[in-house]
């Protein structure tokens, strides 16, 4: 009988382990984040050179454009007009194999100061197989607004692998994707309106009324009156010192206040390109009887000769033979009470000998006829 995998299990019963102390207090730094450090994302279009050949080819016009514009600003004389490069690129008197056109992006962090460094990501836009061992020639990274807030370079990390040779080929990861880690130093800060704006405000991670109403009483019982106010479910506003000091004395004791963060709602997530099947301790099923079962067909081909008798006439002929064997088993049925938990879903589905995938296909059965109280999300 086939069982779920031991791996699955160890997931399930970690979960049911973490779920029995969802009851403790958590930071409320780690249950919300504040509204005036939401990062911004920054994007720059540059040049990654010294590549092994793996770069672009001359059929990408940017990238000789690209070059040409490069080596004027640096006062490199190319003379005739830009078709005239193009032509010597395509005609192979100007090799771009090392040199890859590629866009640039990362994100600006709320509160980051010029002279600050942040991670990046880059990607080929071209006809690039290989960014390893590259470096990024200075890029500006640029704001939706269009101004410069950063400026990257340095050398690349790919961890992706691409090697072929007489018609075989292999690859490993993603080669055309790599990062700079610090790779980008700010030049430029974003405008907040944490040091003038009298509130500041709390956005919860999750969308909870029962989360946000914790945050607010537990703010309200260390420093009294009404100084934390619920907007909704996810916003809580703070009124806050005016003097910038007090106010980040004052932020760095709201965040370190435990707070005991309401139920989740029942959830089922599913990644059904992996298998993957999470379960929360919310989930509850009503009365339910399932019965799972796979049909199996195996088609086996033989070769064989066919040997005419000797005065009969014919010729000796390769005839192939399949066999079809079809296998239906019988798979038990079993039922679900009103109130059912997690560990007793896993264990009955389990007794049947589902796998992931077929625990998966239960799960969306049960849904479909209502019998599973929870959210299904499949991802």
Do not use: W
């Not at 600006?108 to 942040?118: E, M, T, V, W």
């Not at 061992?133 to 050398?155: F, H, K, N, P």
């Not at 907040?192 to 704006?197: D, K």
């Not at 301790?281 to 067909?297: F, K, L, M, N, Y």
């Amino acid at each position: 009988m086939l069982r779920l995998s031991p791996f699955f299990r160890l997931c399930v019963a970690s979960l049911s382990l973490l779920a029995a102390g969802s009851a403790c207090a958590d930071r409320v730094k780690d249950l919300a984040t504040l509204a005036a450090q939401r990062p911004n994302q920054l994007i720059g279009y540059g040049l990654v050179v010294g590549l092994q050949g793996t770069g672009d080819d001359a059929s990408v016009p940017f990238t000789t454009q690209s070059m040409k514009a490069m080596l004027s600003q640096m006062g490199v004389r190319i003379d005739g007009p830009l078709t005239d490069f193009e032509q010597a690129a395509t005609a192979a008197r100007v090799d771009i194999k090392n040199t890859a056109a590629v866009l640039v992006t990362a994100d600006l962090p709320g509160f980051a100061k010029p002279g600050q460094r942040i991670d990046i990501n880059v990607s080929s836009i071209g006809k690039a197989t290989n960014l390893r061992g590259g470096s990024l020639i200075m890029t500006a990274m640029r704001g939706v607004d269009g101004e410069i807030y950063a400026l990257a370079q340095g050398a690349l990390t790919a961890t992706g692998i691409d090697a072929s040779q007489a018609g075989s080929k292999v690859a490993i990861g993603v080669p055309t994707s790599a990062r700079i880690p610090g790779g980008a130093i700010v030049e430029r800060i974003v405008d907040t309106p944490f040091e003038t704006a009298e509130n500041v405000i709390y956005n919860i991670r999750e969308n909870d009324f029962s989360t946000t109403t914790a945050i607010v009483n537990a703010i309200n019982k260390k420093f009294g009156g009404d100084v934390a106010q619920a907007l909704d479910g996810v916003s809580v506003s703070v009124r806050a010192p005016k003097n910038l000091n007090q106010r980040v004395s004052f932020m760095s004791m709201i965040e370190a206040l435990e707070v005991t963060p309401g139920e989740p709602p029942a959830r089922v997530v599913i990644n059904s390109r992996t298998g993957t099947v999470v379960i929360n301790r919310s989930v509850r099923v009503t009365a339910a009887a399932v019965s799972h079962g796979t049909i199996s067909v195996a088609i086996t081909a033989t070769n064989e000769v066919s040997q005419p008798n000797a005065f009969a006439g014919g010729q000796t002929a390769e005839v192939q033979n399949a066999e079809i064997k079809v296998n239906e088993p019988n798979k038990p049925m079993f039922l679900f009470q009103p109130g059912v938990e997690l560990r007793q879903i896993v264990d009955a589905v389990n007794q049947v000998g589902a796998s992931p995938s077929a625990l998966i296909a239960i799960l969306e059965a049960l849904k479909s006829s209502g019998s599973l109280r929870a959210e299904l999300v499949i991802i």
